[in-house]
């Protein structure tokens, strides 16, 4: 009878194992379509019954990740908000959910990323690069408010200034002057900033940069 009764344990143990794995298998496509739908209800109750807010999906893209590039912003902030989310996995591309949020102009989330640890700087490719790149000067504030820094370089050497005196706006441009990126440097190509803008037949950008190296020169006497 003991015996018996020791198998019957093991048979319990094993079935509650499978259960568990079979409703966790479930919970995990129903976690990524809700991301999608961006319903916060069902991201918010699978997150109450305990699971993991950091779960990636088969392409190895973290949920919250997934949740600004849709964008899903409802279940972005559910996610931001759990208490045991990482908000610095990187991606393949060396890409972090604040990159994302930056690039996509969500002002609200990345501020709430940034005042509850998010990076702002990282090696390589860094938020403020993307921030230049959308030309979005409110972004580039926040996260220069938040010691990101100015010069940051991306593999090819390639500044945020570069980045927006090609794709972003002027606005971009000045803005990051006046808060002291270095005009001089150069990209892996040699090229510098105003190089940039010329390549891109961006005038404006050109015409800001161009009047920010002739009053850092010395006035002549006469």
Known sequence: MIIHFKYLKKIIVFIGLFSSQWVWAGAYEDFFS???RDDANAVQSLLQRGFDPNTRDPKNFHGLFIALREPSPKVAQILIKAPKIDLNPITADGETPLMMAVFR??????????????????????PLHYAATAGNVQLIKILLENHAY???????????????????????????????????????????????????KKQDSVDVIAAFIRAQQPKGKW
């Open 34 to 36: 809700a991301i999608k």
């Open 105 to 126: 102009g969500q002002t609200e989330l990345a501020i709430a990323m940034i005042d509850k640890g998010a990076d702002v700087n990282k090696p390589g490719w860094a």
């Open 150 to 200: 100015i010069d940051a370089e991306s593999p090819n050497k390639t500044t945020p200034l570069m980045m927006a005196a090609h794709y972003g706006t002027s606005g971009a441009v000045k803005l990051l002057l006046e808060e002291g990126a270095d005009v001089s440097l150069k990209n892996e190509l040699g090229l510098t900033a105003i190089d940039f803008a010329q390549q891109a």
